[in-house]
């Protein structure tokens, strides 16, 4: 999800949880504690990195892209949810055929 | 106090349960996104928002986020883990066995115990047995934990513990199943230590040694000019601070030119305290030595090795201009 958040370019913390929402269609509502023990592991993976840093109203933004890696990793999970999803269309397309 | 700084107060004491790395790093904003996620008016932080943070806080406590770069160091915590996993075995094995205790003490002191003996020392031997088989999972958790922080100290005392597993083994005589399990924790300790000593390691553990994440890395080695070498007293590089960095030539003899650790005595005396060789080995330790001492004047003597690169970029360029070439 996180990744997915940062597919479109680089986002900060707060910017993420509300991408996350919008993709989610509402229904997940990353926690702050959540999200930055998983911003520090994927970093650590290398999945991620920091992009820039900002200071806006005299607080520092930290703003994460993907790296190399995350791109890849977050490419092979969409192809393959989306093979997934492909065959449950096709045989409940068969099922409902075999129905009529 | 108003509302908002009430709340603001409560999430940093919420931010205490995480490890002292990521609250350096990571503390202001993770502060700044609870505060602007939190709903007007609120004084004190939601029961889930709280245990979100402390189980988020101890998770990272316990398991550091070692880089994916440093692969031997993942290794070791990874073995220490299965290490852990395996003295909890070695734990519930030893409670299973408690109801034996007549069998072990016949076998020791060669007589049976009463059933008033064994009734009142069972539950005394039993928490013996506990305690003693939670210092080892303890031991391997604790080292993981700092392993994984990339804490020197921790490598070289978990190396020290395995030494002392080692030598255990001279005086074991149990039976064979117990021997195995030993046998196994004591491979896992072995591969771990080993992870822990190979070249890729060392790097990591010698990466992460400044304490002060604004210092790591060495700055370039400064030029050192015909009007800093002129005497043989200490020179520091940057004035007005001390301890501070500093340069001093000194005959072959003695050891050659030397970059130098220097702090200013009573009177405004210099002092040269510490000596390294002039060479970039010697200025990253010169460096190293200085963060260990005093990580405050290190970022002070930053500033002005910076200022100083610029002014001596400046004095080349005019150089230039005057020598046409």
């Known amino acids: 999800m996180i990744l997915t958040a940062l597919a479109d370019g ?8 509300g991408d996350v929402r919008e993709i989610s269609g509402g229904r997940v509502r990353l926690r702050a504690g959540t999200l930055y023990m998983a911003l520090d592991r994927l970093r650590a993976d290398e999945l991620i990195a920091v992009d820039r840093e900002e200071v806006v109203d005299g607080r520092l933004r930290r703003y994460y892209r993907l790296t190399p890696a995350g791109t890849r990793l977050l490419a092979d999970e969409a ?3 989306q093979a997934h999803a492909a065959v449950a269309l096709r045989r409940l397309d068969l099922a409902g055929g075999m129905a009529t | 106090m108003t509302d908002q700084e009430h709340l603001e107060r409560a999430y940093r004491r919420l931010l205490g349960w995480y490890p002292r790395e990521f609250r350096d790093e990571n503390g202001p904003e993770v502060l700044a996104v609870l505060m602007a996620g939190a709903p007007e008016g609120r004084r004190r932080p939601g029961l889930a928002e709280s245990a979100d943070l402390i189980r988020s806080g101890l998770w990272m406590r316990l398991h550091p986020s070692v880089p994916r770069s440093a692969r031997t160091v993942r290794a070791a915590v990874r073995l220490m883990y299965a290490g852990a996993a395996l003295s909890t075995v070695n734990l519930i094995i030893a409670l299973a066995l408690i109801g034996d205790i007549n069998a072990y003490h016949l076998k020791w002191n060669g007589h049976q115990l009463t059933t008033a003996q064994l009734i009142t020392w069972r539950p005394l031997i039993a928490t013996v047995v506990i305690v003693l088989s939670l210092v080892p999972i303890a031991a391997w958790l604790w080292m993981a934990r700092a392993v994984g922080q990339g804490r020197n100290w921790a490598r070289i005392l978990s190396t020290v513990l395995f030494g002392l597993d080692t030598l255990g083994w001279a005086g074991k005589n149990a039976s064979a199943g117990p021997l195995l399990l030993a046998l196994l924790t004591w491979l896992v300790g072995a591969a771990a230590v080993w992870q822990l000593w190979r070249p890729a390691s060392s790097a990591f553990f010698k990466s992460q040694d400044f304490p002060d994440p604004a210092l790591a890395g060495i700055p370039a080695m ?15 590089l940057v004035d007005g601070i001390s301890p501070t960095i500093g340069w001093q030539s000194r005959p072959r003899a003695k050891g050659g030119p030397a970059f130098i650790i220097i702090r200013r005595k009573r009177l405004g005396w210099l002092k040269a305290v510490q000596t390294f060789p002039a060479t970039e080995q010697g200025w990253a330790s010169a460096w190293q030595s200085l963060i260990e001492q005093h990580p405050r004047a290190a970022a002070q003597v930053l500033a002005a090795l910076k200022a100083r690169e610029v002014e001596a970029a400046r004095f080349r360029a005019r150089w230039r201009g005057l020598v046409p070439q």
Not at chain 1, 10 to 17: R, T
Not at chain 2, 229 to 234: E, L, R, S, V, Y
Request: proline share 15%.
């Open chain 1, 79 to 81: 192809a393959r949810l």
């Open chain 2, 222 to 236: 400064p030029d050192i000019g015909p009007g800093d070498q002129a005497a043989a007293t200490p020179h520091p």
């Open chain 1, 10 to 17: 680089a986002q900060h913390g707060y910017g993420i949880i």
